[in-house]
């Protein structure tokens, strides 16, 4: 069997360090590694559009920003597929079928369609597009014959719900479809990186992130002002590591490396830990090692995005070349679809 990988992104916003640890680095590394048949990243504009129907401008606007972001952290269109979903139409076409396979029920059992619409706010006025998330997502998945989905334990429910689809669905009209299987960080603390406010999650809703096409001073402002042990109010105080906001980005983006380079008084991060439970390391220096770490990483990134909002022309012929070959794949499976379904009623 073929190795097959999709993921993609909402277009709701510029992707931040959230993103990077938890799909993009990962996402380039498979790309590198080169271990798989095909590998498409796509542009999840419907989906978006679910919870911001009354504002398409935003959507669309951001369509390019995360593009730019792609091509900054390094994803290479010659090497991966990059594709905005709304172009490949066969998609609806495709939702429209499986929602015959799944009950309303339990769609709203979905935990992650669940904890989504309390987020949201939605009370009892969920729009259908929103509820029928899963539904989408299955169709995104299966249209190219998925079967490996890097995400985040957050996204796990709907991949479960995407085989439940599949499943069904070549029950009852034969061997179609290809079950995926989910790819989760290795890392625990890469799979969901929190907040700068100390909150679980990095969201940009919430507005405590730091993005990737952040500048430097912006990046320092933020590190700066991150939440840490409210505990540790002297520098001789022992401090909390383990809830600490500061020592999980380190422990996602730090390496020895990175020590040698900027904090060679340690050897790695255990050691940076060490010190600060026992006590006499302050925030401060801690905060501005972060603020480095950071800063190797997101250079590089700035440079490349530089580059692309330079060459805009260059982006957008990318997303079209991307989604007229995405767009070739779906149909292909959409007709094999029909047939299993006996409802391609010309041939």
């Known amino acids: 069997m073929k190795k097959i990988i999709l993921t993609g992104d909402r277009p709701t916003g510029n992707l931040h360090l959230g993103h990077y640890v938890g799909s993009l680095k990962n996402r380039v590394k498979l790309q590198e590694e080169g271990n798989y048949d095909e590998m498409y990243v796509f542009i999840a504009d419907i989906q978006a559009l679910t919870d911001n129907f009354k504002n398409p401008k935003k959507v669309r606007d951001n369509i390019l920003e995360v593009v730019i972001d792609y091509l900054s952290v390094g994803l290479d269109p010659s090497k991966v597929t990059i594709f905005i979903q709304s172009m490949v139409p066969e998609l609806c076409e495709l939702t429209m079928y499986y929602m015959n396979l799944v009950t309303l029920s339990r769609l709203e059992r979905n935990p992650t369609v669940k904890s989504e619409i309390k987020q949201k706010e939605f009370g009892n006025s969920i729009p ?4 029928n998330y899963p539904i989408s997502q299955t169709a995104d998945i299966t249209a190219f014959n998925a079967n490996i989905i890097p995400v985040g334990d957050d996204q796990l429910p709907m991949i479960e719900q995407a085989r439940e689809i599949v499943r069904s669905f070549n029950s009852i009209y034969g061997e179609t479809l290809v079950e995926p299987e989910a790819m989760i960080p290795d890392s625990k603390v890469c799979r969901r ?30 590190v700066m002002s991150m939440y840490t042990d409210p505990n540790h109010l002297k520098v001789e105080d022992p401090g909390n590591t383990k809830d600490n906001p500061v020592f999980i980005y380190l422990e996602a983006l730090a390496t020895d490396e990175h020590f040698k380079k900027y904090l060679n008084e340690y050897k790695n991060l255990n050691e940076l830990k060490a010190h600060y439970e026992k006590g006499g390391l302050g925030d401060v220096k801690v905060k501005r090692f972060l603020y480095d770490v950071i800063e190797d990483i997101l250079t590089p990134i700035r440079e490349k995005r530089k580059y692309y909002e330079d060459n805009i022309k260059l982006v957008y012929d990318i997303l079209k070349e991307g989604s007229i070959k995405a767009e070739k794949e779906a149909a292909n499976t959409l007709k094999n679809v029909k047939r299993a379904m006996s409802i391609d009623y010309f041939n």
């Not at 259908?128 to 509820?131: A, C, E, K, Q, T």
């Not at 907040?195 to 993005?211: E, Q, R, V």
């Open 193 to 222: 990186l929190p907040g700068t406010d100390g909150k679980a999650k990095m969201s940009k809703s919430l507005g405590n992130c730091i993005y990737l096409k952040d500048d430097s001073d912006t990046v320092k402002k933020k």
């Open 128 to 131: 259908v597009g929103f509820l």
